[in-house]
């Protein structure tokens, strides 16, 4: 079934200049990019993003994080899409990803670890209006 996901190349992989290779990785996995942009979230945009997470010891390094410096987001399309994505993503631990997913490749850390992706489309509807009115979607 075809479905979209929401994806954030996250400031670790940017300031790496990893970008590239993650889009080919998952180009190269069947995802076709819907729209696509460099940005640089605000303290409120990344606190309203994972608002999910407010209550976690984790989120206040997380927005500081994910303001740290610009990010990619994406909203991408291909049959079973949020799946295929998290397993493409590996474990949200680069050590525990599996050899060939981009955290293993990329990540470096717990913390800094490549890539966000949606966890199921629901939310990946969610994600992607945050960042994308539906009219810049292709």
Partial sequence: MIERTFTIIKPDSV???????IIAHLEGEGFTILGGRMTRLTKQQAEGFYAVHQERPFYNDLVAYMT????????????????????????????????????????????????HGSDSPENAAIEQAFFFPAADLL
Avoid: C, F
């Avoid at 300031?15 to 290779?21: H, K, Q, V």
């Fill in 15 to 21: 300031e790496n200049r990893n970008t590239g290779s």
């Fill in 68 to 115: 740290s410096g610009p990010v990619w987001v994406m909203t991408l399309e291909r049959d079973n899409a949020v799946k295929h994505l998290r397993h493409v993503m590996g474990a949200t631990n680069p050590k525990d990803a599996e050899e060939g997913t981009i955290r293993r490749q990329y990540g470096e850390s717990i913390e800094r670890n490549a890539i």
